[in-house]
């Protein structure tokens, strides 16, 4: 498992945003994402690229680190 944090996040909206985005990325199995936290959880294989997570936050409006 893989953690981030995203910035701008507010409501169920942002996480379902994010979500689908995220979930489109090769090697993802399993997204994890709360508003309330701000916290984006991924859960794949090994060769998920962090530069493709970003840039699929990124494509959802949103700002993401990974932690």
């Not at 489109?24 to 090994?46: C, K, M, N, W, Y």
């Amino acid at each position: 498992m893989t953690d981030y944090r995203v910035t701008g996040m507010t409501c169920a909206h942002c996480e379902a945003a994010i979500r689908e985005e995220v979930s489109q990325v090769a090697g993802v199995d399993d997204v994890s994402v709360s508003a309330a936290t701000g916290l984006l959880h991924i859960t794949g294989t090994d060769d998920v690229d962090d530069a493709e997570i970003l840039a699929a936050v990124d494509e959802a409006g949103y700002t993401a680190e990974r932690l």
